[in-house]
């Protein structure tokens, strides 16, 4: 339990579906990211929030449309797919800078949501 | 661009030692990460390093050249728990912050 939650746990749609990814953190970070992980494939920034503000997008097309409506929460909403997204998308979150005192500030990962595209 | 490279695949015997190496070429450096992942589950962090040297806890060792751009997670008494892949991470500070993540290192510990 690392205190990031991600629903649903696993994900089929259509090329035409509308779905939302969903990420909570209970941790009192503010920053937060969402990644892909595709097969051997490192994993890939798409998204992240500092603040609340998206700070990063890293040329992720535009069926990929992330919210943040405060510091817990992030979605990552779905549109008109391709079969290629088909991958694990972790969300992630950390506080914005290491603090110091032991704090390394690093990454915080949920279980990750499995997305397959028919 | 930021660029990390990692060996991909390693194999090694139950109680041996292993080194997994990682190089890195990014701007903006702000620490070196390693993160352990294990088939269907979430990386999770291993140690961190952001000053040259190693840095030891338990089984566990890391070692940051920033000159070389290099680091290495050194593993001691191999057990086969420990089979998984072991991610190297750089984050990177621009407006905000963000960590970019080499290829990943699958390593297959054997009886």
């Known amino acids: 339990e690392t205190g990031v939650t991600q629903t649903p746990r696993h994900l089929v749609m259509g090329m035409t579906n509308k779905k939302s990814l969903k990420c909570e953190q209970h941790?009192?970070?503010?920053?937060m990211y969402w990644y892909k992980q595709s097969a051997k494939k490192p994993l890939e920034l798409m998204f992240v929030?500092?603040?609340?503000?998206?700070?990063e997008n890293n040329s992720v097309p535009s069926r990929f449309s992330p919210e943040c409506p405060n510091s817990s929460h992030l979605f990552l909403h779905l549109h008109t797919l391709q079969p290629e997204d088909s991958a694990l998308y972790l969300c992630?979150?950390?506080?914005?800078?290491?603090?110091?005192?032991?704090?390394?500030?690093?990454?915080?990962f949920g279980e990750g949501s499995r997305l397959t595209v028919l | 661009g930021q660029n990390i490279d990692q060996p991909t695949e390693m194999t090694a015997t139950e109680g041996a030692i292993v080194q997994i190496n990682c190089t890195y070429q990014?701007?903006?450096?702000?620490?070196l990460f390693w993160y352990q992942q294990h088939a269907g589950e979430a990386p999770t962090f291993l140690s961190y390093?952001?000053?040259?040297g190693l840095e030891e806890k338990g089984r566990f060792s890391s070692f940051l050249s920033r000159s070389k751009g290099y680091s290495y997670l050194l593993l001691k008494e191999l057990q086969m728990k420990d089979s998984a892949s072991y991610l190297c991470?750089?984050?990177?500070?621009?407006?905000?912050?963000?960590?970019?993540f080499g290829p990943g290192t699958r390593l297959s510990v054997l009886p």
């Open positions: 992630a979150s950390s506080h914005p800078i290491a603090r110091g005192g032991g704090d390394t500030g690093e990454l915080f």
């Open positions: 941790l009192g970070h503010n920053a």
């Open positions: 929030y500092n603040f609340k503000e998206q700070t």
């Open positions: 990014t701007s903006g450096f702000n620490g």
């Open positions: 390093n952001v000053l040259d």
């Open positions: 991470a750089v984050r990177v500070l621009n407006y905000g912050q963000n960590f970019v």
